[in-house]
């Protein structure tokens, strides 16, 4: 899958996102994943602490050059940060919920930030074009 094409399902799916993908290197403390390599990209998602020790139950090494592999985001995984190198249309696939969890949580995030929030607040609905 292209940058391109996670652009256009990301903005036709969710509302008011606007995509940033890292394709180049983000300085010098960001460098383990080498953006730096030809036609290279990475797609970060923000997900739970739940879902992310669910993902990643153990302390391992990633190597982080590697493409089509989800793993904590090699700065940011702390903040329960995943990325994906390069995602094939089968991964991105897979990928789906971890975007719709990111959505929901930004959401829910602003709306206990906005003084006028209510406590019954839905995140606006997502396309049903493409399922989750």
């Not at 020790?53 to 590697?66: G, I």
């Not at 975007?99 to 930004?106: F, G, M, V």
Request: proline share 8%; glycine share 6%; hydrophobic share 35%.
């Amino acid at each position: 899958m292209d940058e391109e094409a996670i652009r256009t399902y990301v903005a036709s799916t969710f509302k008011g996102v606007d995509v940033q993908i890292g394709s180049k290197e983000d300085g010098s403390f960001d460098n383990a994943s080498k953006l730096d390599r030809p036609g290279v990209f990475r797609l970060n998602i923000g997900i739970s602490r739940k879902t992310f020790d669910s993902l990643f139950p153990d302390e391992v090494d990633h190597d982080f050059t590697a493409l089509d592999v989800l793993m904590p985001h090699p700065v940011y995984g702390r903040n329960h940060w995943v990325c994906v190198l390069n995602p094939t249309d089968a991964t991105f696939e897979k990928l789906k919920p971890l975007l719709a969890e990111a959505y929901d949580t930004a959401f829910r995030r602003i709306e206990r930030r906005s003084p006028s929030s209510g406590s019954d607040a839905t995140p606006p609905s997502r396309s049903t074009s493409s399922p989750l």
